[in-house]
């Protein structure tokens, strides 16, 4: 089948069906080949890209930006505090304006309705950097991650523990469903998803041969996760909840023993990042016991955190290329 995703904006997995998928995670990895063989691309050639910021970001913002750059594009960084959005401006005229002057429009904010929004009016592609409810691009890096270690990712299970209602979370049981993938999300159940996204996402499972487990036990969790995967305990937005979560994530804290209770040597570690994974930033200097991963297993020869940071350059820029370039 023929994949052809021009035009189309790229807001949440739900949207974009397994072909489509597996065609950006190709595009991804052969622009990440193309890159590293030293090769300039010309894919955005002369096109001005928006890059629209409600909340911080190192990687998303970066790799947009370096992205842009490597396929010619120009990006523009606009931060909420910079331009009308929100205060005297509409989201929806915001996107009209943004749409007579760029040819593409990155956002990362809040509400996940602003970029539904930007996308119905702004009349070029938009893409989803991280809303309250979905990390889409996250999720291609992710893979792409697993795949580079793993090979076919049909049958590869993935354990997620923490938040199990967050962007993160979200985006993993839905894009995990769409490749056929099994997912598990193991969180305390006060932080259980919602019984609605689950039966949805089981629902897709069920015609891709992937499968969807929601549990409070660790151990049931993580049995044979050739993944497992952390996230931070309160998202952007979140910060006075940090003491609530500590008490009710703590026994879901990344450690060496849990590694072991997959049963599988190879399991890898991933994460979104950014982590707490030692006392060395102002916030877990100030919440010693907020950090979801032990620094041994961060640090130690299970974690692929870094690939996968790198891999959000190759992955947007295939979204970037796969819906807009030449
Ligand atoms: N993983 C991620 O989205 O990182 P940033 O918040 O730094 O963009
Ligand atoms: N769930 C986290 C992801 C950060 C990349 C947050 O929203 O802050």
């Not at 001005?48 to 960084?77: M, Q, W």
């Not at 999300?185 to 015609?207: M, R």
């Not at 979560?245 to 599988?264: D, F, N, P, Q, V």
């Amino acid at each position: 089948m023929t994949v052809d995703l021009k035009g189309r904006p790229f807001l949440k997995l739900l949207d974009f069906a397994p072909d489509e998928n597996r065609h950006l995670l190709a595009l991804a990895a052969e622009l990440k080949d193309k890159k590293k063989s030293g090769a300039r691309g010309r894919a955005l050639d002369g096109l001005n890209i928006a890059l629209l910021f409600e909340k911080p970001s190192t990687r998303t913002r970066c790799a947009f930006t370096v992205a842009c750059i490597d396929e010619g594009a120009h990006p523009e960084y606009l931060g909420k505090g910079d331009i009308q959005f929100g205060k005297k401006e509409t989201v929806a005229d915001t996107a009209r304006v943004l749409g007579r002057m760029f040819d593409g429009v990155e956002f990362r904010g809040f509400s996940h309705q602003t970029v539904e929004t930007l996308a119905e009016y702004a009349g070029v592609p938009v893409w989803n950097g991280l809303t309250d409810d979905w990390h889409p691009t996250q999720f291609l890096a992710d893979v792409l991650t697993m795949q580079e270690e793993f090979g076919d990712l049909k049958g590869q299970t993935l354990a997620y523990a923490g938040d199990g209602r967050n962007n993160v979370a979200n985006s993993l049981m839905v894009g995990c469903a769409k490749l056929g993938m099994h997912c598990r999300i193991v969180s305390p159940e006060d932080l259980f998803p919602e019984p609605d996204l689950v039966a949805a996402v089981k629902e897709i499972a069920s015609t891709t041969g992937g499968s969807l487990s929601v549990t409070s036990s660790v151990e049931d969790g993580v049995r044979g996760a050739d993944a497992i995967y952390a996230d931070v305990w309160a998202s952007m937005g979140e910060e006075d909840l940090i003491a609530e979560r500590i008490r009710i994530l703590g026994a879901y804290k990344i450690t060496e023993k849990m590694m072991a209770l997959t049963g599988k040597p190879g399991t890898i570690f991933l994460h979104c990042l950014p982590a707490f994974h030692n006392l060395d930033t102002e916030v877990s200097a100030k919440n010693p016991d907020i950090q979801e991963v032990e620094d041994a297993v961060f640090e130690g020869p299970q974690s692929r955190v870094f690939d996968q940071a790198e891999n959000r350059l190759h992955t947007i820029k295939a979204v970037m290329v796969a819906t807009l370039g030449n």
